[in-house]
């Protein structure tokens, strides 16, 4: 919103003294951004006067150009100033060369006379050019500073503002630019009022103590049709006001200061009846539409639109309306998209003579989402998104007409429509002490009230407690913290001390943080890179993970307003997002990777979840029922590896990653949280068939880990092959022993024994080692495979495993009779649940 101060002063009545420096810092401590403080006018110094053209001869050009070699009557003084002579049957004249088309005789037009420097430091002087002797210029629009119109010479009126004959010699610039100082407000969505004159003016009188003037002065009166007949066949349109203005003259011009402070807010002039349409809403804040009266067919009626009916709007374009668009209809059909933009078949042009006013009020979400839906945003959609004053109407469709009237002729039709009426604003209850409360500030009751009442706040005192009805303009003001933060905002928040409350003591981070924080640590010890990717995925990335049709991993929860389209799903898995970090750096020539992620999945279906209102905080059953139709979301652990583990270097050659890493990483992540996997071999997709372990805990599967199959790692462009892992992390931090499961340490010796034995080919060796671990009881600290032979000295389909096993006691040095006994009883257990035969060296 661009401000002018002077329009604002027309409103309030601000001290002389003050600058845009203090008006500038008052509204910024009244909460609104105002980015800028801009000088407005034109940078021009020097002789600027009125001219008459006396004559105009054009010449063409040997280029192709044609100059007119204009005579100019600038006023004796500056006449007799001029560098040549004029001639005897035009004396008093200067000769100027001008290239404007629209120049002729007996106009007056601005004139640069020489000394005369204009915006850009272009300097005027007389120089000879086409043949003549240019003694100044004629200037257009841009040439002075005043807009970027460019197609011809500023065209004087014969008489001023006020009527007064404008006369050769006198200052020129006076009667083309207003100069003054314009804020350029950045106005918040929950301060919309401030979309106006009307609104910042309000918060610079309360700023200020000062008084002002409400240019909505006129109070709407009941339902009406006695003007041109509106009907109300929407919901979303509260209220709509019509006035009629007939006789209007449309060749009549905007008044150079209506124009200048419509291009100081940013606006440019197109015409009479538009810029009174527009002036107005940047003064109320109500956004005004004028229909040529003569091209209405029959009644207006502001209804939904049909499905399959079409606009072609102001802009030229032909849009396709969709059910939920409110439009503006006649006999004829659609004539306007409410609240947005109007149509052309009923617009106003060179020929209106009978404007009808249209002043109404719409649903702010409506509003928004049919600009979001057509593409399509105005200054009328920004300031009904924002929410619009209803009970303006009125005065501003009166505004309208007056301006009309006085301006452009006319009659107004004393005959009004008012359809509709405005909505009443519901009150809410406010304990007196909040705002001292939560501002910390010493404000007392008096106070509260006194800056609630000049908010526009209609207050009751009921005993401790204030019952509060907003004022029309204020959609924000609907829960007593509002009413706190609207208290804290005139008072000003540079005032209100800032007190640090004082943190209540806590127990530190949960067991799941900690496990989850440790593994941030080891896990790039071992030589993992952590990634984080987007948790979104398609329908094409689990089809590429070879799922089948009944997976539980294709059950994914699908987004309403997803980021890209080939990804609108919540994600299932954290390897297509990985496998996507490896494709992108392998793509750049980084083909060494061993990468990681810590992330949710979103395992769906998720239920229908309610859409409670924003007018006030939702019921418990409405947030039981938003977490009921939530899908789960577990956390997983996953890596992926590709290229090189180990480089080549003077200690071997290079050693490639693959399905042993990928094991590594899962059983480091499990002894990070004090578990232990047990790995069996599956068929899991996306893993390679026969090279994909199961991972689980007591029997709980807690994910899989291997290589990659060759087709998955095709249709994701990753080098062959890729190896990768993913954990249930909540399963494993759930399994994860507590404080008082903990194993003590021990400050006495190791006892060290190794056994090596002999099972079938088939037997895993975790199952294996879980058995030891069971014989061996509570003295075994440690178990670890260290060897695996298979050959002739064995047997066919048989396979040697040696495991060292490390005892110790938590009270005492064990003696060897002790360790030995533990070791028997392990090898005893093995021997009678697989058949172990322990081996002995020859």
Not at 165 to 193: C, F, K, N, R, W
Not at 352 to 362: L, M, P
């Amino acid at each position: 919103m661009r401000a002018p101060i002077g329009w604002l002063r027309d409103w309030v009545e601000l001290d002389p003294a003050l600058d845009s420096r203090q008006i500038y810092q008052a509204l910024v401590r009244a909460g609104l951004e105002v980015e800028t403080v801009e000088r407005v006018g034109p940078e021009v110094t020097g002789p600027v006067l009125v001219g008459r053209v006396l004559s105009v001869v054009e010449e063409a050009q040997k280029n192709g150009k044609t100059i007119r070699w204009c005579r100019v009557d600038c006023g004796p003084e500056a006449n007799a100033q001029a560098s040549q002579p004029a001639p005897a049957d035009q004396p008093g004249s200067r000769g100027i060369v001008c290239g404007a088309p629209n120049v002729a005789a007996g106009q007056l037009v601005v004139v640069a006379l020489p000394g005369a420097v204009l915006p850009g430091g272009f300097a005027i002087a007389a120089r000879k050019t086409y043949g003549h002797v240019s003694d100044g210029m004629i200037c257009a629009e841009d040439e002075l500073g005043l807009g970027q119109d460019h197609d011809g010479i500023m065209v004087l009126p014969a008489a001023d503002d006020q009527g007064q004959p404008i006369q050769p010699g006198q200052p020129a610039l006076p009667l083309v630019a207003h100069s003054d100082e314009v804020l350029d407000i950045a106005v918040t969505p929950d301060m919309g009022y401030c979309l106006s004159i009307r609104g910042v003016a309000r918060e610079l009188a309360q700023a200020f103590a000062a008084d002002w003037t409400d240019p909505v002065a006129l109070p709407t009166p009941e339902p009406v049709q006695a003007g041109y007949p509106v009907r109300l066949d929407s919901a979303g349109c509260p209220i709509f006001v019509a006035v009629t203005v007939e006789g209007f003259d449309p060749d009549r011009p905007t008044p150079r200061w209506l124009a200048d402070r419509l291009r100081m807010a940013g606006m440019r002039s197109l015409g009479l009846a538009i810029d009174v349409t527009n002036y107005v809403m940047l003064e109320i804040g109500q956004p005004i539409h004028g229909y040529d009266g003569d091209r209405l067919v029959d009644g207006i009626s502001v209804r939904q639109a049909v499905a399959g009916e079409t606009l072609v709007t102001l802009d030229g374009v032909q849009r396709q309306l969709d059910p939920q668009d409110i439009v503006i209809a006649d006999g004829s059909g659609v004539i306007g998209l409410a609240g947005v933009m109007g149509g052309q078949s009923t617009e106003l042009g060179p020929q209106t003579r009978r404007v009808v006013i249209e002043a109404a009020c719409f649903e702010a979400m409506s509003i928004a989402r049919t600009s979001k839906r057509h593409k399509l945003s105005s200054e009328a959609s920004r300031r009904f998104e924002r929410g619009v004053d209803p009970a303006a109407a009125h005065s501003a469709a009166h505004r309208v007409a007056d301006l009309l009237v006085e301006l452009g002729g006319g009659r107004k039709l004393d005959q009004l429509t008012v359809a509709g009426r405005v909505p009443p604003r519901a009150s809410q209850t406010m304990a007196a002490d909040l705002p001292r409360r939560v501002l910390g500030h010493p404000t007392p009751d008096h106070q509260v009230e006194s800056i609630l009442r000049a908010s526009g706040v209609t207050v009751a005192r009921r005993g401790d407690d204030l019952v509060l009805t907003p004022p029309t303009w204020r959609p924000d003001l609907v829960d007593p913290y509002d009413y706190v933060e609207e208290v804290g905002r005139k008072i000003g928040f540079d005032v209100i001390q800032p007190v640090l409350p004082v943190a209540p003591p806590g127990r530190g981070r949960t067991p799941s943080q900690r496990l989850r924080q440790a593994l941030g640590q080891v896990l790039p010890a071992i030589g993992f890179s952590e990634v984080i990717s987007f948790p979104f995925c398609g329908p094409g990335d689990l089809d590429r993970l070879g799922l089948a049709a009944d997976d539980p991993r294709r059950a994914t929860v699908r987004l309403a307003n997803p980021l890209a389209d080939t990804s609108p799903d919540l994600r299932t898995s954290l390897l297509p997002g990985l496998f996507a970090a490896v494709a992108r750096n392998t793509s750049r020539g980084l083909d060494d990777l061993a990468l990681y992620e810590q992330g949710l999945v979103f395992l769906g279906p998720a239920g229908a979840a309610p859409s409670p209102g924003v007018a006030g905080r939702p019921s418990q059953a409405d947030f039981d029922a938003m977490a009921r139709a939530l899908p789960r979301q577990p956390r997983r652990l996953a890596c992926v590896l590709t290229g090189q583990w180990l480089p080549a270097g003077w200690a071997g050659p290079a050693r490639p990653a693959g399905w042993t890493q990928a094991v590594a990483f899962a059983e480091r992540a499990a002894g990070t949280v004090g578990l232990e996997l047990t790995r069996r071999a599956v068929d899991q997709a996306p893993w390679h068939p026969g090279r994909c372990a199961e991972l689980t805990v007591d029997g709980r599967v807690v994910g899989h880990a291997g290589q990659i199959h060759p087709g998955v790692a095709e249709a994701f462009g990753l080098p062959q092959p890729t190896a990768a892992a993913e954990l249930d992390l909540d399963a494993l931090i759930e399994s994860a022993p507590g404080p008082g499961q903990l194993p003590t340490l021990s400050t006495f010796p190791v006892a060290k024994e190794d056994v090596a034995l002999i099972v079938d080919q088939d037997l895993p060796q975790a199952e294996l080692a879980r058995t030891l671990r069971q014989g061996a009881g509570p003295l075994l600290e440690s178990l670890a495979l260290f060897d695996v032979y298979s050959g002739p000295q064995i047997g066919p389909g048989l396979k040697s495993l040696a495991f060292a096993l490390r005892f110790r006691a938590p009270d005492r040095t064990l003696t060897d009779a002790e360790a030995a006994e533990a070791r028997d009883r392990a090898v005893a257990l093995a021997v009678q649940r697989h058949g172990a035969v322990p081996r002995v060296a020859d």
